[in-house]
Structures are given as C-alpha cells and as structure tokens.
C-alpha cells in the first residue's frame, strides 16, 4: 500500500521562490551591466576640433589622424567630432571660437590676427627659413622657452610651421626690388610687412580667399609656400616663382584647446594627448617639407617658371628687410617684451638644424 501523503492544503512554495530568485539575479545583472555601461558613457567626453584647410589637404588630414589616434590611445574616453574647411569657425575666427567654445578645438595660423601674438609674431619674421621640420621646431622651442602670456587663455597643444615662403606673381617676372614697384600681393601677419619692405603692395588675406584673387586679378601675385601651389591648386592661378630664400618666412599654425575642456580630462588622458602632440607636431613639419616637393613638381607641371636671385639681389633683399625686424623690436618693447632676445634665440635656433 503506498505511503499517505498528507497535504496541510497550502500551495507549495518552492517552485515560485526559485523563480524570484533566478529573476532577482538577472535583475542585478542588468543593473551592474547598464550601471557600468551609463558610467562609461558619463566619463566619455565629446570635442569639436575646427580646422580650416580643405579635408583634402595633408595638414587636414593629419588633423584628423590626430583625433583618431587620441581617441584610439584614450580608449574612447575622448571622442572628437572633426570639421575640416571652415564649416564651423573661419580661419580668422578659429582661436576665439575656442576661447568661447563654439569648438573645443582648433587649428589656425596666428598671422590671421595680427598684433595679438607679439612672441609667437617672431617666429613669422622673414630670417630665411629653409625647411618646414626647422620652422616647426622653432615654433615649438619659442613657445616652451618663453612661454607667451599671449596664449594663456587657451591650452596650447603644439605648433607647426610651413617651409620658406616665397614670391609668387600672375604675369610679371620679379627679379629685382624695382619689378615688386606697384605689385599687389597677398600676404598674411609679418609676410605683409615683408612685402611692403620690398617694395610691393600687401593685400591682406587669409588661404582660403588667395585662388579667387589671383583668378580675377584682384591681386598680382602671393607670398606662399611651395606647397600651397598643390595643396590650394594657387599654381593654376600664378605662373612665376622668386626663389626668394634669403629673406624666406615661415606662417606658424596653432592648435589649442579649450581651457575649460582641458581641465575637464584627467591627469592620464591629459598626458597621453601631450605625448601624441610632441609626436604629431614632427609630423607636421615633415608633412610641410614633402607637401613642398609635391607642391615644385605640380607647379612645374603647370608651366610655372622660377628666378633665382643674383647675389648682389639676395644682398639688396636682405638689407630692406631689416626694417621689418627692427620695427618687430620696438613695437613688442612697448608690450614689455625683449624682441631682440625673441629674434637672436631664433637665429642661434636656426643655425643648429
């Protein structure tokens, strides 16, 4: 006879408190998961970088490869939004656009605002620059040994600086000081002091603006680096060349971030940008001296012409140009600032690359 179970009449539990506590368990799960998944989004921050070069342009695209390798490197904790070719902020409006936090980051030239950066404004002086790597190194020693209060509204990330500037003209072949008489050139900062020494009309303009210029004959000619006859196609538009080295100048380029925004990261993510900065900056100026190659080849591919300068020229061209650096001296002096010091660091610099 089987056993007599005796039911008390109440329902059994045990099935049911299982259930609860399987259900509980996925509950917590869940919650650790998404816990952890909202904290990494709350830590994740997204920037805004403004560039004005065209997205097409080497200097764009290693702005970009920046981004990426920041985001990379910090395991996208910072995650940047890139917008090339002045979709964002103007080349002209770039640093004040970080001051204000229209962008968080930005890269731009400092000639674009004269007046503002006077140590830095050395840096652009016509002193016969050679190649782009130099300049760019110079760029970034100015900035570390005197460390301009000029900047101190931004974060500086790095600088970089382009190969020599030269002579470029539409029409007239300008061998000499007297074929610059009447001539209306672009030129930028310091490049247009250096033009007017020479005896040239400056026309202020930014990159951005120069082909359209040159096309209609708004201007005669522009001083440029070798490279912007590719990288802004300007060798459609110019058909001569002064190989104007002896009094050669560079255009520094900034790229600065938020003060805000910087402080936001920390210690870590700040010291892993600054390690990639000392990296991308070398980039940039090796990237200027093979754009230059580039920028050679396509504009002898257009036709264009180039003019050495005889001795006696280069002797006459570095002589007018002393005014420019004498009168870069006085004006910084009366800021307080030792230009001389600024001029004769750069030269000694200079000598060592």
Not at 110 to 115: E, F, S, V
Not at 117 to 122: D, E, G, L, N, R
Request: charged share 20%.
């Amino acid at each position: 006879m089987a056993p007599y179970k005796i039911n008390s009449g109440l329902p059994d539990k045990t099935p049911t408190r299982h259930i609860m506590k399987k259900r509980l368990q996925i509950l917590l799960v869940l919650t650790l998961v998404l816990g952890t998944a909202s904290l990494a989004l709350a830590e994740t921050i997204t920037l805004s970088y403004s560039n004005f070069f065209p997205p097409t342009h080497i200097q764009s695209k290693l702005a970009e490869q920046w981004c990426r390798e920041v985001e990379t490197r910090t395991n996208g904790k910072v995650k940047i939004n890139y917008y090339p070719g002045s979709t964002l902020t103007g080349a002209k409006q770039c640093y004040d656009g970080v001051v204000e936090g229209i962008s968080d980051i930005g890269l731009s030239a400092l000639a674009y605002t004269r007046n503002r950066f006077p140590v830095m404004a050395a840096v652009d002086l016509p002193l016969g620059y050679t190649t782009g790597s130099q300049a760019t190194t110079i760029a970034n020693e100015v900035f570390i040994k005197f460390q301009p209060r000029e900047l101190k509204d931004v974060q500086p990330m790095y600088f970089h600086a382009h190969g020599p500037g030269l002579l470029f003209t539409t029409e007239k072949v300008v061998e000499t000081l007297e074929d610059l008489k009447g001539l209306k050139i672009r030129a930028t900062g310091n490049s247009a002091k250096l033009v007017k020494a020479l005896g040239g009309t400056p026309v202020a303009q930014s990159m951005p603006t120069c082909y359209q210029s040159l096309q209609k004959g708004i201007v005669n000619g522009s001083m440029h680096p070798i490279e912007s006859n590719k990288g802004w196609k300007l060798a459609e538009v110019v058909r001569h060349a002064t190989l104007s080295f002896p009094v050669a100048y560079t255009t520094t380029f900034f790229v600065v971030m938020n003060k805000d925004k910087w402080n936001e990261l920390d210690a870590g993510t700040q010291k892993i940008i600054q390690e990639i900065n000392q990296k991308w900056a070398i980039k940039h100026g090796q990237a200027w001296d093979e754009a230059d190659q580039a920028g050679k080849t396509f504009f002898e591919e257009k036709g264009g012409t180039f003019t050495s300068l005889s001795t006696q020229e280069a002797q006459r061209w570095t002589s007018a140009v002393h005014p420019v650096l004498n009168e870069y001296t006085e004006d910084v002096s009366r800021k307080g600032i030792d230009g001389a010091a600024v001029i004769s660091f750069i030269k000694t610099r200079m000598t060592s690359k």
